[in-house]
Every structure is written in structure tokens, then in C-alpha cells.
Nanobody, 124 residues
């Protein structure tokens, strides 16, 4: 069974950086698309970034473009989200998810498997 474990969240000051990780187990990520989403208290879950495993095609939300970078490590079956120039409004629980047809899309309801989330808090 496909499982994800996210890690790397924490507390960081505005302008700082964090790298969050999403390690997959139980299957290979070949041909899947992996997305990062986030959800702040009282808000809807929103798309952050996605990467297609087959060719590294990426897609970013406008709110994070130029600050966040999604990448993957085939050997470790892991996807990363490097977050730079963090702002208080980036505070949320960050989730990774898999879309089994390899389609890079921003819609959460099209993703099939989800991790448990990791908290990122940006505060001084």
C-alpha cells in the first residue's frame, strides 16, 4: 500500500527557509505526479506545487512562484519542497499527495494518496 511520510517542518522566522520532505514507501513513484498542498487554520486546502515523475515537469501556485522549488530524488523515492523567503502567510500544514495518472494538476480532489502533513510556522 502506498504511504507517504512528510518531515522537515518547523518554526522559522520571516525571510527564512525550510526544506520539507515526502518519502514514499510501498511502491515506486514512476509515472506518478506528486503535489504539495497546504492548509492553514480556517482555510481551504490550497495547491502549492507539483512535479511529474517521468520528466520533472513542474507547476507552481502564483503565491509561491520564485520562492519555492519542488524536486525529487529517484533513488530515495522522495520529493522535496524547498521553501525560501518565507512569509507569515505561508504558515500551514503542508501535505504531499500522489496523482496516479502522472497529470500535474492543481486540484486536490484529483490526487489519490495523501501523507499526514507537517507543520510549517513562520513567525518572529
Amino acid at each position: 500500500q502506498l504511504q507517504f511520510v512528510e518531515s522537515g517542518g518547523g518554526l522559522v522566522q520571516p525571510g527564512g527557509s525550510l526544506r520539507v520532505s515526502c518519502a514514499a514507501s510501498g511502491f515506486s513513484l514512476d509515472y506518478y505526479a506528486i503535489g504539495w498542498f497546504r492548509q492553514a487554520p480556517g482555510k481551504e486546502r490550497e495547491f502549492v506545487a507539483a512535479i511529474r515523475w517521468s520528466d520533472d515537469r513542474t507547476y507552481y501556485a502564483d503565491s509561491v512562484k520564485g520562492r519555492f522549488t519542488i524536486s525529487r530524488d529517484n533513488a530515495k523515492n522522495t520529493v522535496y519542497l524547498q521553501t525560501n523567503s518565507l512569509k507569515p502567510e505561508d504558515t500551514a500544514v503542508y501535505y504531499c499527495a500522489a496523482e496516479v495518472y502522472g497529470t500535474v494538476v492543481p486540484a486536490a480532489d484529483l490526487y489519490d494518496y495523501w501523507g499526514q502533513g507537517t507543520q510549517v510556522t513562520v513567525s518572529s
